[in-house]
């Protein structure tokens, strides 16, 4: 006799699923039985995103998402949406609740980030970190909450280490990631009487284009130094490691208002 999975008949959105570890989330909450609605764009707004483009082609990434997503049994739903544009996110919700029925886990992981002191920070490069990486959590929160009520749901954020620490040059990054943690505990609450979970994940090191394209230039120093340096045990985080923890927070139904690092020490290597 086969074990149902966790999630077995659940309907899940993954923003930013066209992405490293959205892609991580949006597979490992298939592994637990879900099917994935993965959101994503191809063109922004601004180009003051870790593309350094307003092409940044995550719609079409998200093909290669949806087929891992169906070579293990589930559903895959693909979903052009730009986080920050309210009618797009509501479309995004509406398709997905016409698509299969409702909604029962919304990942809000899309996230942006660029790096330059506040003194020489342009307005528009503040205002589009804040509105993808607040504003783009808010939006389909709101949009998503009556179905999510339904179905005694869970959001599921993914802010960052970001969001515990400052970081010279990422004063913009770091208060979106603090407002995510805050927005995450306040919604917690408010959704609490509703059985509704809402939780964040908090990656440290994942090797993706933020790492690559953006942070590791600035530090002048090898990836792979960085990681030696600065995670007692000595290696990166993966997109899987995110996926679990988000299959953890959509199954446990006594866990919320939290934010856990995923960071191998590195919050704790404060000396």
Not at 40 to 51: A, G, R, S, W
Not at 100 to 114: H, K, M, R, W
Not at 205 to 228: G, R
Request: net charge negative.
């Amino acid at each position: 006799m086969s074990t149902a999975q966790p999630l077995e008949d659940k309907v899940s959105i993954v923003t930013g699923a066209g992405g490293q570890i959205g892609a991580g989330i949006a597979v490992e909450l298939a592994k637990a039985g879900s099917d994935v609605v993965i959101a994503d764009v191809n063109v922004l707004d601004t180009e003051y995103n870790q593309q350094s483009s307003t092409d940044v082609g995550g719609a079409d990434r998200a093909q290669e998402v949806a087929g891992r997503i169906e070579e293990l049994g589930r559903r895959a739903h693909i979903v052009e949406c730009d986080v920050t544009h309210a009618d797009q996110v509501a479309a995004m919700v509406e398709e997905t609740v016409s698509e299969f029925g409702g909604i029962d886990v919304l990942c809000n992981n899309a996230g942006i980030i660029t790096v330059d002191p506040v003194e020489e920070m342009k307005e528009e490069e503040w205002d589009s970190v804040m509105g993808v990486n607040v504003k783009g959590v808010f939006l389909p929160s709101k949009a998503a909450i009556p179905h999510l009520k339904e179905s005694n749901g869970a959001i599921i954020n993914t802010a960052s280490i970001a969001g515990s620490i400052g970081a010279s040059g990422l004063a913009h990054y770091c208060a979106s990631k603090h407002a995510v943690l805050g927005f995450t505990k306040s919604l917690a609450l408010e959704l609490a009487g509703d059985d509704v979970t809402v939780n964040a994940i908090c990656p440290g090191i994942v090797d993706t284009p933020m790492w690559n394209k953006v942070l590791t230039p600035t530090l002048d120093e090898a990836y792979e130094d960085t990681i030696k340096r600065v995670i007692p045990l000595g290696r990166d985080q993966t997109p899987e490691d995110m996926g679990k923890l988000a299959v953890f927070y959509a199954t446990n139904r006594n866990v919320t208002g939290q934010a856990l690092a995923v960071d191998g020490g590195i919050l704790q290597n404060v000396i």
